[in-house]
């Protein structure tokens, strides 16, 4: 495999020309030394994420060197970024999720949820979003297809070896099932701020640009109707639209009652790490109820040390460090590059300039401008990572929000949201190519199916955010 196909390689030197480009042609009556340097960093930083010319993660150390080489941040602001909360808070979910899968308790969920839904065509793909939905809340979007495929995939084979649907009707429901693992890892995720890392960037962002600290419950009193909306109409849209499965024998399926079985009672360990995932996830929803103050990454750190704490039947404890290979830690630096970054725009007051060359846009209706970022931004996530589009684009909203004389809020939600519901191609998302992987669909059925739901997030995201957002967070 070569190291550096055609793309990276362009990458790899388009990066630091932009970078040169940027900083020597500016003048400096146009922008001064530091916003200078910070667009320049930003532009070659984002060449490299773009093309993946270097890993991300590794494109993602880059502020530490550039930003104080050029002068657009201190060493200590740019390292600072590193470690904000909402980093932490991350980090503590993934540390439950590792317990969760660890244990088996995600497969027990899942298999429960479409026990109780029943084993008609429709009905198992609906137990197959209703439980996708659920873990993505709480559990990355890739971690969550990951864990589900294997389901999906025994689903489609039991259907097939018993009969149960046959010819054209199995192929559609083969392919409608698959798509839901998919599309509803990524809409499950955006309910919460812990589901989806652009939700996360667009909180640690306010914190950090706005001085304004965005509670995990203010989010989901305004992303969770939003993620029921999407998912009810993924249900109807897969199942009697787009794949819409005409005969079936009636004969019913026991793989749901034999996976369970297989699985056994309930262990020690799942009941402790349950409890421990319930718990966390009771106190970010309600810890107002509490008589002292606490943070939410607080709540994620302490569930998470908990797991180091209890010891389970087997001679170890729930999780030992040795479980923490498993952490995603590519994805938190890339968080904290991105925070970074967005310091380096706050602090340089570049913020500040691209807003006034936004300024232009005060003559637009603010709902149209909504329509046209929240589109924007979708389709350019098909073919750039989520959370690098985050990265890139909240720190900008909050540019244009000032250009247009509006709370920046608004602009940023668009952006987190957007860049999270990509269904058309295999490289959009995680569970897009986890999916695409098992050779069931073709890239013609992502793109047909992907095109509408894409449509469906652009009207359902706009009248989110403009009408039921200022009710929640103001």
Known sequence: MKVYTAPKLTGLFLGPASFLLLFFLIPDTELSDAPRAVLAV????????????????????????????????????????????????????????????????????????????????????????????????WISNAATALMMLPVALALIKEVKAKEILKGESLHKFSKSILLSVAYAASIGGLATLVGSVPNAVFAAMSREMLDREIMFFEWFLFGFPITVILLVILYFYLTKLQFKVDFETGKETDFIKKDLKALGSMSTEERWVGVIFLATAFLWMFKFILPFAVSDTAIAIFGALLLFLIPSKKGERLLEWNDMKQLPWGLLLLFGGGLSLAEGFSASKLTEWIGS????????????????????????????????????????????????????????????????????????????????????????DMVRAGFWMNIVCIVIIVLGVYFWLPVVIK
């Open 42 to 137: 930003t532009s070659w930083i984002a060449i490299w994420w773009i093309t993946e010319a270097i890993p991300i993660p590794a494109a993602s150390l880059m502020p530490l060197i550039l930003l104080p080489i050029t002068g657009g941040l201190d060493i200590d602001s740019a390292a600072k970024a590193y470690g904000n909360p909402t980093v932490f808070m991350y980090m503590g979910g993934f540390i439950i999720a590792i317990a969760i899968e660890k244990w088996n308790l995600h497969k027990r969920i899942a298999l429960y949820i479409l026990k109780l839904i029943g084993t008609q065509s429709h009905r198992i793909v609906l137990g197959m979003i209703l439980a996708t939905a659920f873990l993505s809340m």
């Open 357 to 444: 060359k936004l300024n232009l846009l005060e003559a637009f209706p603010y709902l149209l401008i909504i329509i046209i970022l929240t589109a924007a931004i979708l389709f350019m996530t098909e073919i750039m990572s989520n959370t690098a589009v985050s990265n890139m684009i909240i720190p900008i909203t909050v540019g244009l929000g000032l250009a247009i004389g509006v709370e920046p809020y608004g602009l940023m939600a668009v952006a987190a949201l957007a860049s999270s519901c990509a269904f058309m191609l295999p490289i959009s998302t995680p569970p897009n190519a986890a999916v695409f992987g098992a050779d069931v669909l073709k890239i013609s």
